[in-house]
């Protein structure tokens, strides 16, 4: 992305909000486990994916977990699909699950799997070995926040399969397929994958974390450039910005950036303190708030950015 870069330092005219009409949501089936919202034909180069504010709880599921739903959805990235509502407007896809992150991580390699969760041989091919898996947060989680147990009983190794063939999969091959559009329409393309975290960091002392934490794998999988005027763009609004540090992205930055390709993935942690109450988890006042100084960031940041995939673009055309 280095050949256009200067026009991000460059004042540019904001696009037009898309008409109603304009925009369309594919309701896909619960069974599916996702929906996308956005314009019938996007006009900028971003998709936007939240896989973490799913809050479809199944009876079954529901079963099997020794946990009150209100305790079971402290994993879950509350609302943040709600916070990023305004994607469409932008030109750009929303992808966000619908079924919750302690059903299926999506954050996750395709079979971290858990021994300590699944009373069946585990195939060669699984990672078993991994950090997530020994915190008991594999693809199929053993825990929510601060270690408690999901379940009653163990998971046999089919129903763990079920998960990844039923949900997993399709929804990454949704989003590949996404990005693999945006890229090839304007040769390149830019995943922001949306999170929330807790407002302190899970350590002795607690410490308070900043608004919104860039990630993008310590610099291997976006422009810098592009971190440097998203953070400015952020302080801008008065939001405190970290880079990385605690989180620099998980699974769906690091394998789906690729800036030697013109594909670029930053993930973005929200401290939920400053739209939610963490403990009931409802939103509080601070929620249209922040939707809007997110809205007015990504307005200026997508609207500019873009103008970068023009010149590849009308030579594609």
Same mark, same amino acid.
């Given at each position: ?54 809050? #479809?709880?199944? %009876? @079954? ?7 009150? +739903? =209100? ?5 879950? &990235? ?116 949306? #999170?929330?975290? %807790? @407002? ?7 410490? +308070? =974390? ?5 990630? &993008? ?101």
């Amino acid at each position: 992305m280095k050949h256009n870069l200067s026009v991000l330092r460059q004042e540019t005219h904001q696009p037009h909000p898309l008409q109603s009409d304009q925009r369309h949501q594919s309701q896909v089936a619960r069974e599916t486990g996702y929906v996308i919202t956005g314009p019938s034909q996007p006009t900028v180069p971003f998709v936007f994916n939240s896989p973490h504010s799913g809050r #479809h709880y199944t %009876p @079954s599921f529901l079963k099997q977990s020794r946990l009150s +739903p =209100l305790t079971l959805r402290k994993s879950e &990235d509350v609302l943040v699909d709600q916070l990023f509502q305004f994607v469409p407007d932008l030109g750009a896809p929303l992808l966000a699950a619908t079924f919750p992150r302690a059903f299926v991580d999506l954050n996750r390699e395709p079979f971290e799997l858990d021994p300590k969760l699944i009373n069946d041989p585990l195939p060669e091919s699984a990672n078993h070995k991994s950090i997530r898996v020994a915190a008991g947060l594999g693809t199929i989680a053993r825990v929510v926040a601060h270690g408690v147990e999901i379940y009653q009983r163990p998971l046999t190794l089919k129903e763990a399969l079920r998960r990844i063939e039923q949900y997993y999969r399709p929804y990454h091959q949704q989003l590949a397929k996404m990005i693999g559009e945006q890229s090839t329409r304007f040769n390149g393309a830019i995943l922001i994958d949306c #999170h929330s975290m %807790p @407002s302190r960091q899970n350590t002795p002392d607690g410490a +308070p =974390l900043a608004d919104i934490i860039i990630g &993008d794998r310590y610099g291997t999988t976006a422009d810098e450039d592009l971190v440097a005027f998203l953070s400015e763009l952020l302080q801008d609004q008065g939001i405190s910005v970290a880079h990385n540090s605690p989180y620099a992205g998980g699974y769906i930055t690091e394998h789906y950036g690729a800036p030697h390709k013109n594909i670029h993935a930053l993930q973005i942690e929200i401290n939920r303190n400053i739209y939610m109450n963490e403990h009931t988890l409802e939103p509080h006042e601070g929620f249209i708030n922040l939707s809007n100084q997110l809205h007015k960031t990504f307005k200026t940041f997508v609207s500019t950015v873009s103008d970068a995939f023009k010149p590849a673009l009308s030579a594609a055309e």
